[in-house]
């Protein structure tokens, strides 16, 4: 079974704060991503990485940076956390050219006050 | 957006009925996945139907594709507490359809009662 670990599972951020959500994988994939849920909607996509030391925007990339230093290791970063950005924030795998499929932690619940 | 203007979309059902959902696409794709998403936890993949296949099951699962009307079906049979979950339609924006990068629909919130 794919193995993707979040931390921290929750977090409260003050307005105007350094968030950073960080995120390993076991499972030996080389793509990996960030998505973003608000309550009640579906997961949009903020970055993603096909490579160590590699990154790319995704569709909803404003406020938000991204860092793979290794295969297994993929954070997301908020320099200046924003009370819009509250939401969970997923975490996800996969396997290049291996069906597509998506491997996902179990969240980063964000709470900026 | 990728979907249609639908909200979240909720169904309550009792235990051993079967249950179907739906959703729409605006652009093209040639692969749609479904994945189930149960509370406190993140998604995870059900079924993924090419284009070319308009019709794949897996155990209880019944998915449709559609690319004509450019949409897509999940149906549960003989459904089980176990089934409550949020259901999600998702597309590939990637070449192939295997990029990863996903747009997903708004879900459907099935309850299962029994």
């Known amino acids: 079974e794919a193995a993707v670990t979040q931390s921290p599972r929750s977090k409260v951020a003050v307005t105007g704060g350094k968030v950073t959500l960080s995120c390993h994988q076991t499972n030996n994939h080389d793509y990996m991503y960030w998505y973003r849920q608000d309550t009640g909607h579906g997961l949009r996509l903020i970055h993603y990485?096909?490579?160590?030391?590699?990154?790319e925007k995704g569709d909803i990339p404003d406020g938000y940076k991204a860092s793979r230093p290794s295969q297994e290791n993929f954070s997301l970063i908020l320099e200046l956390a924003s009370l819009s950005q509250t939401a969970v924030y997923f975490c996800?795998?996969?396997?290049?050219?291996?069906?597509?499929?998506?491997?996902f932690g179990e969240g980063s619940k964000l709470t900026v006050l | 957006s990728q979907w249609g203007e639908e909200n979240l979309q909720a169904l309550s059902i009792q235990e051993g009925e079967d249950v179907t959902m739906n959703c729409s696409y605006k652009?093209?794709?040639?692969?749609v996945q479904w994945y189930r998403q149960k509370s406190g936890k993140g998604p995870a993949q059900l079924i993924l139907?090419?284009?070319?296949?308009r019709e794949k099951r897996s155990g209880r699962l019944r998915a449709t594709l559609d690319t004509s009307s450019q949409s897509s079906s999940l149906s549960i049979t003989g459904t089980l507490a176990t089934d409550t979950a949020v259901y999600f339609c998702a597309t590939d924006g990637g070449t192939g359809g295997l990029s990863g990068k996903l747009t997903f629909g708004e879900g459907t919130q099935v309850t299962v009662i029994s």
């Open positions: 139907i090419r284009s070319n296949e």
């Open positions: 990485s096909y490579v160590a030391d590699s990154t």
């Open positions: 652009t093209y794709t040639t692969v």
């Open positions: 996800a795998s996969s396997a290049q050219g291996k069906g597509g499929q998506l491997y």
